[in-house]
């Protein structure tokens, strides 16, 4: 991820910032300017609460580049207590333990960091609760 493009999603990573849209509640993370369901560009920001539960997950082995040094590590699909979906890598779990519903909590932890001496990009991970 570019340093400019994370930077201007601190505010959504570091305080989990989502848009709720005042005509229909639906509640979009990121935050988005039109909401999907009714059209309304109004929205008000709401805090994510940090507890959700498993979707789906798998346990990569072959990682990109930049996470090599991570292998083998899951990625799943969580879904948060306000009904949003997220993407996340899950730490600090033994891997033939993970089920399907189980309940996660989210983590701010250090995601990756740019070049040898660059910016270093933190962000959620989900742990077991």
């Known amino acids: 991820m570019s340093s400019p493009r994370y930077w201007r999603e601190i ?3 570091y305080r989990l910032e989502a848009g709720k849209c005042k005509k229909c509640g639906k509640v979009f993370f990121p935050p988005r300017l039109i909401c999907d369901a009714c059209k309304s560009r109004e929205f008000e920001k709401i805090i994510l609460q940090k507890e ?37 890598q899950i730490a600090d779990c033994d891997f033939d333990k993970l089920e399907i519903g189980m309940p996660l ?3 701010f932890r250090k995601i990756s960091q740019e070049g040898e001496a ?12």
Do not use: H, S
């Not at 990009?121 to 742990?127: D, F, L, Q």
């Open 11 to 13: 505010p959504q990573r």
């Open 52 to 88: 959700g539960k498993l979707l789906t997950f798998t346990v990569i082995r072959v990682a990109p580049t930049e996470f090599t040094d991570q292998v083998p590590y899951a990625m799943g699909i969580v879904e948060l207590n306000e009904g949003v979906k997220i993407l996340t």
């Open 105 to 107: 909590r989210i983590e």
């Open 118 to 129: 660059g910016i270093i990009c933190y962000g959620y991970k989900c742990v077991p609760v």
